[in-house]
């Protein structure tokens, strides 16, 4: 089925089809590209690697440019046609919304933001992932380095020192990333950088490509920001996401031997508190008209690291001071297992798809049920 949603995204998106006008969007993007080189490596069949490579392509040639409907032309970056090429994600990368961004002279209207269009650092950090990963799949590092690029370019935008001197970090940018459109701070965006940065380091040394400077200052601003915040949330993505977080810093610590952190314990901690909070509001027994399939989907994918995380610290206790807590946490998550299951089957149900809920979100929808049924690939590190 993951074969199927895949190619019917690719074809109604633009993809594989020219003849259909190009419809991009970062987040769904991003999880596309690892679903297609998940494919490539399940089958050996090198049309699912082509199609991740041309989408990145196309990504970076729409999202990394401006607007048709934007005054600017060119690169984000404002690089020349040759440079740009070089390094695409120099300047960001759009998010892809149909409305154009707020000028910031215009009131907010939080209503209406969520429909324009600007950056977003944890849609940045998703892209940043795919390419890491499709340096890891075809062992071209040109992917990773371009993914450092866009980590200094987000961090750089982003990531700021507020009057009292503390760091913070906001939440949208406009598309050129000279003013912020949204103050706020994502509760999960230094997670998510911290993580990232991280991967793309380790991606960069293992293919002998470390860049001159690293990511090593980002990373501590970063890890600073972390400090003391309590990550858990009600939100199946969030879920999802902090699960996924878990996961990846599991095998960041066993894969580099990294000894004494105790960031996994914390993270499947807050998730286990959150899913508690959701199977009590009895979310997933409304009909699919009331649902949000991607957010569901989200958590249903990372449901299925649980087994995976202890299996890691079963082959390497020595690496996790905090072994037992983690055991029994994972032990705690039992009676929450089915819901992976649940979520899959219900959006694989025709009928199911049929709602408004589903149709109006089909390409995030599609790609993220597809990411959750073969998840191998955008899970590992």
């Known amino acids: 089925m993951a074969e199927t949603i895949m190619a019917e995204f690719a074809g109604s998106t633009g993809l594989s089809k020219p003849e259909r006008p190009p419809r991009r969007y970062l987040w769904t993007d991003a999880f596309a590209v690892c679903n297609f080189l998940g494919l490539y490596r399940q089958t050996d069949d090198d049309h699912w690697r082509r199609l991740a490579l041309d989408l990145v392509d196309q990504v970076h040639h729409i999202l990394g440019r401006h607007r048709k409907d934007d005054p600017r032309r060119g690169w984000l970056s404002g690089l020349g046609e040759e440079a740009g090429e070089r390094h695409p994600t120099m300047g960001g990368l759009r998010i892809g919304k149909s409305l154009k961004e707020r000028d910031p002279s215009e009131p907010q209207d939080d209503r209406l933001e969520w429909e324009r269009d600007g950056q977003y650092y944890h849609y940045l950090t998703k892209w940043m992932y795919a390419l890491e990963r499709t340096s890891r799949v075809t062992g071209d590092p040109k992917f990773n380095s371009w993914a450092v690029e866009l980590a200094k370019t987000a961090h750089a935008a982003f990531v700021y020192t507020s009057w009292a001197g503390a760091k913070r970090m906001y939440w949208k940018m406009s598309i050129d990333l000279s003013e912020p459109l949204v103050l706020s701070m994502g509760h999960h965006d230094p997670l998510d950088g911290l993580i990232t940065y991280r991967a793309l380091q380790k991606t960069a040394s293992d293919l002998s490509t470390a860049p001159e400077p690293g990511l090593d200052p980002e990373i501590a601003e970063l890890a600073a920001l972390c400090k003391g915040i309590n990550w858990a949330t009600e939100d199946p993505l969030g879920i999802g996401g902090l699960l996924t977080d878990a996961y990846r810093v599991a095998q960041l610590m066993t894969e580099a ?121 955008y899970l590992k590190v």
Do not use: C
């Open 257 to 377: 031997g990294m000894a004494g952190n105790r960031f996994v314990s914390d993270l499947l901690g807050a998730s286990l508190v959150g899913l508690e909070a959701y199977t009590k509001a009895r979310l997933d027994k409304l009909p699919a008209e009331y649902r949000l399939a991607f957010r569901e989907l989200g958590m249903s994918i990372g449901l299925h690291v649980i087994r995976r995380i202890r299996a890691l610290i079963e082959k390497r206790d020595d690496i996790f001071p905090d072994y037992e807590k983690i055991a029994a946490t994972i032990d705690a998550f039992e009676p929450f297992m089915h819901l992976r299951e649940a979520i899959e089957t219900f959006w694989m149900e025709p009928q199911n798809r049929k709602s408004q809920t589903w149709i109006e979100h089909k390409d995030i929808n599609s790609v993220m049920l597809a990411t959750s049924l073969a998840p191998d690939t």
